[in-house]
């Protein structure tokens, strides 16, 4: 379908095939994974550079290997870039991608067994945030908050009253399915009066945070993970970016401490999706995610679907389908029958099983990126709507499929 698969439908017909066929669902579906964004051709023609043959342990004008004038000088670039479209001090943008950022920030800054306070996975946090089947779980003495159970927004006196309690001495703000603006300096001071380093998880709105439509983190946190893919729209990545006292740590725990070879294509793309992201072009498409999310908020609303904090203020909206009698795993299903991609999700307070939980989640990112706008939302919930009445059918739902597949070809993928 592509240029850049001509080769590979040569002598691969095989794998050819899957890139095709993946390339047709992506086109002809409605994307709506929160985490999931459309890379641009620049990007993703960086990202299958000969960069990717290339073995660089080390740092710029520090490395292991000899034939490294491009890749410094390419790395470099990524992270000046970076560095300007946050204000960071320091950045590191070789992390694989967010959770190994996230496992050099615990190496960097704690000795196993520390305390750890972050978002509670069931509440909106990562796995990464000291939940127990993970790394940080497991190794660290890790404490979590909850959101509140009326407003299901967090509840900074919470936050505060289990931060004195259990003096972190890491503590994590920042989300994987919270609908709500994050307010950063709430965090800042709590970290302040309990001595705990902040750090600013910020993998999901990234995009928005650059494009000005979320506040940013990076003057009151001492560390800011992120992802490069989702909001910020760049290859699979992850970068670090930190005060410059925490600098040389950061950089030690990525590598030698965790890693091997940076992955230079994926730093490639990095540094094109950071360019990409300093335009004006990229801050109205940081608003329009945000616009979006709000219309579809809407739409779904008027569907009679219940929303975790009633709406949303930045790219995700969470259902709760509690009131429907009808699990996330379900309606997941049913939706990716009617061409809408979505994932099931937990909820605050969910009583249900995190395998087949009582929410969807649903992000604007990937669908703006297509142009799609407020109108185009208003359809999408109609889509979404229809399905979810019509659950167990199969045939109303692969009628749904093929008026969703006429939609998206007005939206070509970049
Ligand atoms: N998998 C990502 C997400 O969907 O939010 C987080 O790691």
Redesign the pocket.
Known sequence: MTDATSHVAQTDREVFELIDAEDRRQANTIRL????NYASAAVREATASRFTNKYSEGYPGRRYYQGQEYTDAVENLACQRAKSLFGAEHANIQPY???PANLAIYYALLELGDTVLGMGLPFGG???HGYKVSFSGRFYDSHHYAVDEESERIDFDAVRKIAHEVRPKLMICGA??YPRTIDFEAFAEIAEEVDAVLLADI??IAGLVAGGAHPSPIEVADVVST?TH?TLRGPRGGLIMCRQEHAKAIDRAVFPALQGGPHMNAVAAAAVAFGEASTDEFKDYAAQIVKNAQALAEGLLSHGLRLVTGGTDNHLILVDLTPREIGGRDAALALEKAGVVV?SNSIPFDKRGPFDPSGV?IGTAAVTTRGMNEAAMTQIADFIGQALDNLDDDESLHEIAQDVQQFCSDYPLP
Do not use: P, V
């Open positions: 994974i929160a985490s999931e991608s967010g959770s990562h796995l990464t994987s399915a993998a999901h992802t989702k994932n989640r």
